[in-house]
């Protein structure tokens, strides 16, 4: 007889449940460091393989991409409008994270926490936008091979995958290179996906237990507020542009999206979710060539959630240190927000290096940081799940507007 298999997003709900259970039990009865010694290491193995594929994921899965349109034409076609639409709702996500943010701090539900004493953060060396884009340009491939900067790996797969196009007939075998590394590369990433089950539930038992209701009393609200933002972000801005575009009903969007939203939740990490992506992606109707090359490009570039949890966490921030935020410093978080979420790798914890490049922008301690730094996980796993459903809903959109004007372009040639 055929054994049921549990589906592997139901593994990972039921490892978040039972990680969720053994924390509180460890916690409540003093065994916290059993967590720390015995469980976290079973998880940081995990996040150390994720790590390790993320790279090798973007880089070839890009290049493959590219060539795979056969046109650069389409590859700019295409790039134009995933970055257009990545740049109109992370901005509009900084907006609805300032109006929940202004919301609950009027209304006085942001409770004043003092730092630790003695707790340290590392200090961004600059939040200059002309550096940012001088470092987006690597000077040595490998260099950024190894440090994981995964603006300057996209740089390095866009330049390539135009290269293979450009050299035509001659570039045929560095095709079938990329093509068949690509799905080696894919065939690894889904035995380490595999083991996620396991590395979620070390690692939400050994938060709970090590954070315990303390911290999550203390910080419940801030909470609530960035998922109200997730949440609103998500049934309006995506839904509608899913309707309005693709000409999809909502309810079905989230039905084929729910899998890679889930896993996304629970790996907090967007580049690690992209072979759940592009199943997703694939079930909703977009093309294959189009989601290999928009999906990677928004686990890097198309940080909605980062940008609601930013400005959220800004303002709060601030609140905590006394300073009252006028309408034209919320208009420069909007804008530097927007453009450090578009700087922030899609690797787990990444969106706390971009929030201290936003509060250094602000002239805010960025010692406060560690306010919220123990909780970082729980705000990461809304924030990457509404990532990614953005990464599906660009895709699904790009996907309708090619085919339309590639519909158009017939109807003009007959």
């Given at each position: ?17 039972l ?10 009865t ?12 079973f998880?940081t193995?995990f ?18 991409g ?16 995933t970055?257009?639409?990545?740049l109109?709702?992370t ?17 006085g ?37 190894v ?16 290269a293979?196009?450009a ?12 093509s ?13 996906i ?26 419940a609200?801030?909470l ?18 899913a ?19 889930i ?16 199943e ?5 109707g ?7 090359f ?39 978080i909007v804008v ?9 790798a ?8 971009m ?38 809903a ?21």
């Open positions: 007889m055929n054994k049921r298999r549990i589906s592997l997003p139901v593994q990972i709900l039921m490892a978040l449940i990680g969720i259970a053994v924390g509180l039990v460890c916690f409540f003093g065994m916290a460091d059993f967590t720390t010694s015995y469980l976290k290491p998880g193995i996040v150390n393989l994720l790590k390790f594929i993320v790279v090798p994921v973007v880089l070839l899965s890009m290049i493959d590219i060539v795979s349109m056969d046109d650069m034409k389409k590859v700019g076609s295409v790039g134009v409008k970055m257009a639409y990545f109109v709702t901005a509009v996500a900084c907006v609805i994270g300032l109006i929940f943010a202004n919301i609950f701090n009027s209304a539900l942001f409770p004043t926490l003092s730092l630790e004493e003695g707790a340290v953060w590392d200090k961004p060396t600059t939040a200059n936008f002309m550096d940012t884009l001088i470092g987006i340009f690597p000077s040595n491939m490998w260099d950024a091979f440090r994981a900067d995964m603006l300057q790996v996209i740089v390095i797969a866009l330049f390539l995958g135009g293979i196009l050299a035509g007939e001659k570039g045929h075998l560095c095709r079938d290179m990329v068949s590394a690509n799905e080696v590369i894919n065939r690894l990433m889904e035995f380490i595999s083991l996620s089950p396991i590395g979620v539930f070390t690692m939400m038992a050994w938060v709970v237990a090590t954070q315990g209701a303390e911290i999550l009393g203390h910080l609200l801030v609530l507020c960035a998922y109200l933002g997730y949440a609103v972000h998500a049934l309006l801005v995506y839904s509608l542009s309707r309005a575009f693709a000409g999809m009903n909502p309810i079905r969007f989230f039905q084929g999206a729910s899998a890679a939203m896993f996304a939740f629970t790996s907090t990490s967007s580049a690690a979710t992209l072979p759940v992506s592009k997703c992606a694939a079930e909703l977009a093309d294959d060539d189009i989601a290999s928009v999906l990677p490009l928004g686990a890097t570039v198309n940080m909605d959630g980062t940008a609601i949890y930013q400005c959220v966490a800004t303002v709060f921030l601030a609140t905590c240190a006394g300073v009252h935020l006028s309408m034209g410093q919320m208009a420069t530097t927000a927007t453009l450090a979420s578009i700087g922030t899609g690797v787990s914890g990444a969106g706390m290096i929030l201290a490049m936003v509060l250094t922008a602000m002239g805010i301690d960025v010692n406060l940081i560690m306010i919220i730094y123990g909780v970082d996980r729980l705000f990461d796993m809304g924030r990457t799940c509404l990532n990614v459903t953005g990464d599906i660009c895709s699904v959109c790009v996907t309708k507007w090619e085919r339309d004007k590639a519909e158009k372009s017939a109807g003009a040639a007959k």
